[in-house]
Structures are given as C-alpha cells and as structure tokens.
C-alpha cells in the first residue's frame, strides 16, 4: 500500500498569513494527489485535484503544487474561513489512503 | 444539482450487522466510481470501500471479509452492508461520488455508526 505522510499535524497561523501543509507519498503517485478541507461536524470537501487543479468554486488563494511523491497545498493569504482541518489523499492505487490531516487553528 | 444522503446508521452490538445506505440524486450512480470513507471520533478520514462503474469492488484490508459495497440502479442508491462489527468500526461513514476514476468531488453529510455493547 502507498502511504501517504502530512505535515505538520497541526498549524497555528493568523489571518493574513502564508501556509504551506506538505503531503509526501511512500512511492511515487504521479499527480494523483487531492487536498480536500473539513470543517467540525462538515463532510470533507473537494479543494484541489491532480496536484495543481483548483476545484471549480474554491478561492484562488489556495493552491497545489508537486508531483511524483512531494506535493504541498499553498495558502496565500488566511482567511477566518480557512481554519479547518486538511486532508491529502492519493488515487494514484487502492487503497486510496488519506494523509492524517493538518489542523489550522488560529494564532 | 448533485446529492447523496446517507442512512442507516446506529447503535449496534459487537457481533451485529448494519446496512448503510446513500441515496443520490442529480447524476447516474452506476455511472461512477463511488466510495465509502469513514471517520472514527476524533480521528482523521479512512478509506473503506470502492465500487467501479462496471462493478468491481474492492475494500480496505481492515473490512475485507466483513463489508460488501452494493448498488441499486432503480433506486439510484449505493449500499454498504457491514458484518461482524467491532467497536474499532464505530465512525461516520460518508458516501462519495469519484470523477473520472480520481477525486471525490461529492460528499454526503454523514451517518453516524456506533459498535458497543
């Protein structure tokens, strides 16, 4: 199974801020990498896809980078809405294993 | 407008079964990947089980032989029929359409289920 390692597990940054959240994969998975966020008690959703992919409707702020086994999800510029938990997760095989998630908590 | 509603969860013993169920609406489900992914208390999301638009299926080590993934093309709904369960399987489960055999890019709001006697 490909394992997938996030980090850090959890991020304190205040609004305005630039975060960067990692996700590496045991093997390579090409770009078959997607970052979704989760808020409390909320269903995940989709932020990006393919590694670099903005998800119709997601705000420009975020962005995906990387490709191969290293990628990172790029927050430019943190709003109160964007303190959330963050889940990385390959579809490159099955299983299709998540990472163990970021949480973003305000500074 | 795409939707998928899940049902059937619960409170069951140790030992008992559950059915699961995820009616959608707005797109064909027999149309596309569909997955269950559970969430444990706490804890982070945990891929369960897959079924192909042509039917296979495939599961996490940790229900294989426990869970079947179905679907009902009259009913438009995909099911999860779970068996033998163990308190490790207490969790949300959410049902979530895959596009184009890659990102899960619908979600239901979750049902919950707790093993405990």
């Known amino acids: 199974d490909i394992q997938m390692t996030q980090s850090p597990s959890s991020l304190s940054a205040s609004v305005g801020d630039r975060v960067t959240i990692t996700c590496r994969a045991s093997?390579?998975?090409?770009?078959?990498l997607n970052w979704y966020q989760q808020k409390p008690g909320k269903a995940p959703n989709l932020l990006i896809y393919?590694?670099?992919t903005l998800q119709s409707g997601v705000p420009s702020r975020f962005r995906g980078s990387g490709s191969g086994t290293d990628f990172t999800l790029t927050i430019s510029s943190l709003q109160p809405e964007d303190f959330a938990t963050y889940y990385c997760?390959?579809?490159?095989?099955?299983?299709?294993?998540f990472g163990q998630g970021t949480k973003l908590e305000i500074k | 407008e795409v939707q998928l509603v899940e049902s059937g969860g619960g409170l069951v013993q140790p030992g008992g079964s559950l059915r699961l169920s995820c009616a959608a609406s707005?797109?064909?489900?027999?149309?596309?990947?569909m997955n269950w992914v559970r969430q444990a208390p706490g804890k982070g999301l945990e891929w369960v089980s897959v079924?192909?638009?042509?039917?296979?299926?495939y599961y996490a080590d940790s229900v294989k032989g426990r869970f079947t993934i179905s679907r009902d093309s009259s009913k438009n709904s995909l099911y999860l029929q779970m068996y033998s369960l163990r308190p490790e399987d207490t969790a949300v489960y959410y049902c979530?359409?895959?596009?184009?055999?890659?990102?899960?890019?619908?979600w239901g709001q979750g049902t919950p289920v707790t093993v405990s006697s």
């Open positions: 979530a359409r895959q596009y184009s055999g890659s990102y899960l890019d619908f």
């Open positions: 707005g797109f064909t489900v027999s149309n596309y990947y």
């Open positions: 079924m192909y638009s042509g039917g296979s299926t």
């Open positions: 093997q390579s998975i090409n770009s078959y």
């Open positions: 393919a590694a670099i």
């Open positions: 997760q390959q579809s490159y095989s099955i299983p299709y294993i």
